[in-house]
C-alpha cells in the first residue's frame, strides 16, 4: 500500500491531515511509501522524520501549476533524488518569492533535473484538447513523466477515458492516487469549513471555492484495491515510483555563516588580536592578569575546535555597526555574557571573571551545541541592524524566520462561527464563554461551565459549530514573521531550506525555528528591548538639558544614592524591579551591593522565592549562615549559603567531586530534568569523584541532595547578572537625574492612563513641578524646562498626529504663535478643526495666550471659519503676505469655567488631573486625618483604615444565597484602592454609591492573594 499524495495540515488550512493522526492509521494499512504533497513546502521535515520513526519511505512531492501558452496547468513534482530536491526547493522559492502562480518555461528548463512529473486527470488537461500541453511536459520530463488517475469514493470521472487516451499517444505511464485532504470521510464537512475559513468567506458565499467531492479521504488499502480493481498495475507502478523516489535530507550538520576575510588571513590570530585589543580597552593593559590570559587563550581554544570563530566575528562585526551608529545594545542576555571573547569582542559589557561567570555555561566542549548569542537593541531601531546584515551577507543568505498561528480554542471557536453565519451576539456569547488564557481548549472551556454547554444544546445548529471547530482546533491557520530571529547561512539559503517573500526586503524561510535548527542552520536573535529605548532618550534628554553625556557602561557600581532609591523599593521604571512584590523583596533584603540586585533578580520566580526572606535575615546577619559542608563556603558566601546560580552547582560539582566544569554543566542539565534513573547514576558517579577527593559518602551523599534540591531553583548567573546591569543604569538615572528619568519614561507610557497616573503622582510625591501642556512651549513628547516637566502635546486624548506636526512645524519656522486666530491661519483648515483643538483647550495648552479656558471654547468656532477662509489648505494663499491682520476674528465673550467643570475636562483629555486634585482639595476642606490610598499596601491585616476618596467604579453583584453586594473602586490623589461591600454594608449605604461621588470610608485591611482591599464597615459623605 502506497499513499502518493497526502496534503498535510501544514499547507495552511487546505487540509486538516495531522501527523500524529496519519501515521498511526498508515502503519495500520501497511504502507510501504507515502509522499507529502503541499501547495508550499511547508511541513517537509516533521513529514519526513514521522516517516522515518514510523518506518514508512518518505518522498517529497509539490503541487504546482506549469505555465504553457498563456495558461496554468496543474502538476506534482516528486524529488527523485537529492538534486530534485534541491531543485524543488529552488521552485517553490522562486514562486513565493517572486508572486509568480506558475512555473513558467525557463525556470522549468533550469529546475527540472532529478525530478518526476505526474499530470493528474482534472479538468484543466482534460477540458479540450491538451496535445500541446501534453507534449511540452513530456519533451521537458520524458521517462520521468506520469499520469494519475483518481476514483474518489470509488467513481470515475466522465473525462477519465480522454485523459487516459492522451497519456496513450506519448506513451505515459499511468498511477493510482488519491489526493486525500482530511483522513476519514466524516471529516469532510470540517475540511470544508477550514477551506472557508482560509478563504475569509461564509459557507453561504456564492464566491466560495467548494470543494470538487466529499471524498478527498484517505482510502484503505482495501478500498483502493476495490477502486483500481480494473488496474491493478497502476497501484503497483505507484507503488514503483515512489521506492524510486530516494532521497536524504542532511539534519545536525553545522551549516554555519561565514565572515568574509581575505583568503591569506588566518581567522584565529584575527580574532586573537581583535580580542587583545578590546581587552585593552576594555581593563587597560596593567590590568589584564594572567587568569584573563589563560581563560581567553582556553576560550579562543574552544571556540576555534567547534568551528565558531566566524560566528563570533559576524555578531562582533554587527555590534560595531550598532556602536557606531549610536544605536543602544544591552549588556548581554543568556549565557554568552560567560564568555570572555564576547565582553572582549564588546558583544557583551560583563567581565565574566569579575562576576564569577563560567564559560563551560555557554559552550561546553563535552556537549556540542551550537552558540546562542542572543542581542537586545533599542526596540526602535532593531530593524537597522537586521537591514546592516541582510546588505553585508547579501539578500540570498539572509532570512528572517516563519512562524504559524494555530487555531486556539477562542480563534477556532469564533472562525468557524463567522464562516456559519452566526450573528455577532452569537460571537460575542463564545467570546465570553471561552476564556483567554493560555492552555485553554474547547473542551477544557466547556466542562464545568453549564451556562456554555445550555448555550450550545439549545441549537441544533450550535451543536454542529461546536462538534466542527473542536475537529479543526489547534490547526495551522496563518504565517507570520518570528519577533526576532535571523538565520544567516554559508551559502544561498535556498541550497537548504525554502524561502518567500517577507517584509522590509528580507527574504522569509517556510520553515519554522526548530526546523531549521535540526538541519543546522544557525539562527540569531535579533531582539527589541523597551527599556533600552528609554536609556537612550534619558541620555538624549540629560545631553540637551545638560550638555553632559552618560556612557552607562561606566557607571559606578556602588552609587549610594542607587541604593538607598531600591532599599525603599522606589523602583516604579525600572527594568525588572518594578512589580510591588519585587518591591517588597528590595524592602526585605536592602541591597548595598550590585551582587544583591542580581541575586534578587535570579531569586524572584516561583520557587526560589521563598528564600528571598533567609537571605534577606543573613545579609543583616539576623541568622547564621549555616553550610553543609565547609567547602561550600567559598561558593555560597556571596548568597549567604543560598543556592542562587546554576553556575553554583558546576562550581560544587567541580570542587568537590572532581568534574571538570563540561561534566558540571552535563551534571547541571540532567539533575534539572528529576530523570530517577539519571539522578541514581549521577549520584554514583558524583560520590565516587568526592571519595577519590578524600570526602564521606556522608559527606558526598549530602551534598548532592543539596544539588538535586535547587536544581530547579538554579538561575542562571550570566543572564542574572547582564540583566541586572540594565536594572542598575535605570535605577541610577532614577536616583540621580529623576526630572530626565520621568520625561523619557512618560514618553513611553503615552496611551497607558495607569501607568502615567503612577508615575505623575510618584513626581507629584518627589516635589518635582509639571507644566501643563502648551502650544507655545511643548514638543511631541514630554520635555525639560529649567528643572520641570512639560507635558507633550502628543498626551493629549483625540488631537490628531498632523495636528500636533503642523503646529511643531509652524512654530519652529516662523516663531511663537499671538493668538488662537494666529494658529488658525498659520496651521490650515485642513488642521485647524474643532475636533483638534477643543481636547487642546481643554487640556489647558492654550492658556498662555491670557483668556480663561470657556473664552477660548467659545471663540472656536470662529476661528475655524477664519482658517477656512484665510488658509483652506496647505497650499500658498491669497492673504499669506498680509498676515490677515486687518480680518482678524475677535474672542467670543463667556463666563469662566467653574473650577469643577475644569477638573473634569483635564480628566477628559488627559487622564488624570492637572490642577489640584478634586479629593486632595477636598481633604483640605474637611481638616481630618484620612490614610493615604498608597499606604494601604503596607498596613497589617485587619488594621482599621479611614479614607476619602472619589468613586470610581461599581460592580454590583448576588452571592450564591441571592443577596446583593458590591466591589467598589475608589480613588483618591495617591491612587486607587478595592473596597468591598458585603450584604448587610451595601443595603446601609448603596444610596451613597454613585460614580465621582466623593466619599468617607471606614473599614478594615484584608490582604489575599498579595492584594491589599478594604472591608467597608461605614461611608459617609
Known amino acids: 500500500m502506497v499513499y502518493p499524495h497526502i496534503s498535510t495540515s501544514a499547507d495552511l488550512l487546505k487540509s486538516t491531515v495531522r501527523l500524529d493522526e496519519l501515521f498511526p492509521f498508515l502503519k495500520e494499512q501497511g504502507t510501504v511509501a507515502v509522499a507529502i504533497v503541499n501547495s508550499k513546502l511547508y511541513g517537509i521535515l516533521p513529514f519526513w522524520e514521522a516517516c ?13 501549476f506549469i505555465e504553457f501558452e498563456g495558461q496554468h496547468y496543474p502538476v506534482v513534482l516528486y524529488a527523485k533524488n537529492n538534486k530534485g530536491y534541491g531543485n524543488l526547493l529552488k521552485i517553490s522559492s522562486a514562486l513565493a518569492t517572486r508572486k509568480r502562480e506558475a512555473i513558467p518555461e525557463q525556470w522549468l528548463n533550469a529546475y527540472k533535473d532529478g525530478l518526476i512529473c505526474v499530470i493528474p486527470d482534472s479538468l484543466e488537461w482534460t477540458l479540450t484538447d491538451r496535445r500541446a500541453a501534453f507534449d511540452y511536459i513530456f519533451t521537458a520530463f520524458g521517462g520521468h513523466t506520469y499520469g494519475s ?8 470521472s466522465g473525462s477519465e477515458q480522454i485523459f487516459l487516451e492522451a497519456c496513450e499517444r506519448l506513451d505515459i505511464p499511468v498511477i493510482a492516487t488519491q489526493d486525500v485532504r482530511y483522513l476519514k470521510k466524516d471529516n469532510a464537512f470540517a475540511y470544508e469549513v477550514a477551506s472557508a475559513i482560509g478563504q475569509g468567506l461564509k459557507l453561504s458565499d456564492d464566491q466560495r ?5 466529499d471524498d478527498a479521504y484517505a482510502p484503505t488499502a482495501e478500498e483502493m484495491k476495490i477502486w483500481f480493481q480494473d488496474h491493478p498495475e497502476w497501484l503497483m507502478r505507484a507503488s514503483d515510483m515512489l521506492m524510486s523516489c530516494q532521497v ?7 551549516l554555519l555563516p561565514v565572515f568574509p576575510l581575505a583568503a591569506e588571513i588566518d581567522k584565529a590570530e584575527y580574532i586573537r588580536k581583535l580580542c587583545m585589543d578590546g581587552l585593552e580597552g576594555r581593563l587597560g593593559h596593567s590590568k589584564i592578569t594572567r587568569a584573563y590570559m589563560e581563560r581567553l587563550d582556553y576560550e579562543l581554544g574552544v571556540i576555534g575546535t567547534m568551528g565558531y570563530i566566524d560566528y563570533f566575528l559576524i555578531v562582533s562585526d554587527f555590534m560595531k555597526y550598532a556602536r557606531n551608529e549610536g544605536i543602544m545594545t544591552g549588556p548581554g542576555r543568556g549565557s554568552s555574557a560567560s564568555s570572555l571573547v564576547a565582553f572582549s569582542l564588546h558583544i557583551t559589557d560583563v567581565d565574566p571573571l569579575a562576576h564569577g561567570l563560567l564559560f563551560e555555561r555557554f559552550l561546553n566542549p563535552e556537549r556540542i551545541t551550537l552558540p546562542d548569542i542572543d542581542i537586545d537593541f533599542a526596540d526602535h531601531r532593531r530593524q537597522e541592524v537586521v537591514d546592516y546584515v541582510a546588505r553585508k551577507y547579501g539578500q540570498a543568505r539572509t532570512a528572517q524566520i516563519i512562524t504559524f498561528g494555530t487555531l486556539s480554542a477562542k480563534a477556532v471557536a469564533r472562525d468557524t462561527a463567522r464562516v456559519f453565519g452566526f450573528e455577532n451576539e452569537d460571537l460575542e456569547a463564545i467570546s465570553k464563554f471561552i476564556p483567554s488564557r493560555p492552555g485553554t481548549t474547547l473542551r477544557s472551556a466547556l466542562k464545568g461551565n453549564a451556562a456554555f454547554n445550555d448555550w450550545i444544546i439549545e441549537k441544533e445548529e450550535r451543536k454542529h459549530w461546536f462538534k466542527t471547530a473542536i475537529q479543526l482546533e489547534g490547526l495551522p491557520r496563518h504565517a507570520s514573521t518570528h519577533a526576532a530571529g535571523v538565520i544567516l547561512s554559508p551559502t544561498s539559503l535556498v541550497d537548504y531550506v525554502p524561502i518567500e517573500e517577507g517584509n522590509e526586503g528580507i527574504y522569509l524561510t517556510q520553515w519554522p525555528m526548530g526546523d531549521l535548527e535540526a538541519i543546522g542552520l544557525l539562527k540569531m536573535d535579533f531582539l527589541g528591548l523597551r527599556n533600552l529605548t528609554i536609556l537612550e532618550q534619558i541620555r538624549r534628554l540629560l545631553a540637551k538639558g545638560t550638555g553632559k553625556t552618560i556612557d552607562y557602561r561606566k557607571l559606578p557600581l556602588d552609587d549610594a544614592k542607587t541604593y538607598k532609591l531600591l532599599a525603599a523599593g522606589d523602583s516604579s521604571g525600572v527594568f525588572q524591579l518594578e512589580s510591588d512584590g519585587m518591591r517588597g523583596a528590595l524592602r526585605q533584603i536592602q541591597p548595598t551591593g550590585f551582587g544583591d540586585i542580581v541575586a534578587v533578580n ?4 516561583p520557587g526560589p522565592m521563598e528564600f528571598i526572606p533567609l537571605y534577606a535575615k543573613r545579609k543583616h546577619k539576623k541568622e547564621a549562615v549555616h553550610y553543609v559542608h565547609p567547602i561550600l563556603e567559598p561558593i555560597l558566601k556571596e548568597t549567604y549559603g543560598v543556592i542562587v546560580y546554576q553556575e553554583q552547582i558546576m562550581q560544587i560539582a567541580a570542587q568537590m567531586a572532581g568534574f571538570t566544569l563540561g561534566q558540571a554543566d552535563i551534571l547541571r542539565r540532567a539533575v534539572s530534568k528529576k530523570n530517577r534513573v539519571i539522578l541514581d547514576q549521577e549520584r554514583t558517579h558524583f560520590v565516587q569523584g568526592a571519595r577519590r577527593k578524600n570526602f564521606t559518602e556522608r559527606e558526598a551523599t549530602e551534598v548532592y541532595d543539596l544539588i538535586v534540591r535547587f536544581a530547579d531553583y538554579g538561575f542562571p548567573k550570566s543572564h542574572a547578572v547582564a540583566y541586572s546591569m540594565i536594572s542598575y543604569q535605570l535605577a541610577y538615572m532614577k536616583a540621580n537625574y529623576p526630572v530626565y528619568f520621568y520625561a523619557a519614561m512618560l514618553s513611553n507610557s503615552a496611551g497607558n492612563t495607569e501607568k502615567t497616573k503612577q508615575l505623575l503622582q510618584e513626581i507629584k510625591e518627589k516635589n518635582i513641578a509639571i507644566l ?32 500636533i506636526k503642523a503646529l511643531l512645524e509652524t512654530r519652529t519656522q516662523h516663531g511663537p504663535f499671538t493668538s488662537l486666530f494666529n494658529i488658525a491661519e498659520r496651521i490650515s483648515a485642513i ?7 477643543e481636547p487642546l483647550i481643554k487640556a489647558g495648552a492654550l492658556d498662555g495666550f491670557g483668556y480663561d479656558r470657556g473664552v477660548l471654547l467659545a471663540s472656536l468656532d470662529s476661528a475655524v471659519k477664519h482658517a477656512e477662509l484665510v488658509k483652506p489648505d496647505d497650499e500658498p494663499g491669497l492673504f499669506d503676505d498680509m498676515g490677515a491682520s486687518f480680518m482678524k476674528p475677535k474672542y467670543t465673550k463667556a463666563s469662566p469655567i ?38 494601604l499596601k503596607f498596613k497589617r491585616d485587619k488594621e482599621r483604615v479611614s479614607l476619602l476618596g472619589m468613586v470610581e467604579e461599581i460592580k454590583r453583584i448576588r452571592t450564591k444565597k441571592g443577596d446583593a453586594m458590591a466591589f467598589v473602586t475608589l480613588q483618591d490623589d495617591t491612587g486607587p484602592a478595592s473596597l468591598t461591600l458585603f450584604p448587610e454594608e451595601y443595603a446601609k449605604y448603596n444610596a451613597l454609591l454613585n460614580e465621582h461621588a466623593i466619599i468617607e470610608v471606614q473599614g478594615t485591611i484584608e490582604n489575599r492573594n498579595n492584594r491589599t482591599s478594604v472591608i467597608c464597615k461605614t461611608i459617609n459623605l
Not at 522515518?52 to 504546482?64: E, L, N, Q, T, W
Not at 535570579?602 to 520566580?605: P, T, Y
Open 248 to 254: 536524504s535530507i542532511q539534519t545536525h550538520r553545522q
Open 209 to 213: 471555492k467548494r470543494p470538487d467531492h
Open 52 to 64: 522515518h520513526s514510523a518506518g514508512i519511505h518518505g518522498v517529497i512531492g509539490f503541487s504546482a
Open 898 to 935: 467653574p473650577e469643577n467643570l475644569k477638573l473634569d475636562f483635564e480628566m477628559e483629555v488627559l487622564g488624570f488631573y492637572l490642577s489640584t486634585h478634586p479629593v486632595e482639595r477636598e481633604k483640605e476642606q474637611r481638616q481630618k486625618k484620612f490614610d493615604a490610598v498608597k499606604s
Open 149 to 156: 488517475v483518481q476514483r474518489p469514493g470509488g467513481r470515475t
Open 831 to 837: 488642521h485647524f478643526t474643532r475636533k483638534a483643538f
Open 602 to 605: 535570579a531569586l524572584f520566580r
Open 772 to 803: 501643563p501642556p502648551s502650544v507655545q512651549q511643548s514638543g511631541h513628547s514630554f520635555s525639560i524646562e529649567e528643572g520641570k516637566l512639560r507635558i507633550g502635546l502628543n498626551a493629549v486624548k483625540g488631537v490628531p498626529g498632523t495636528a
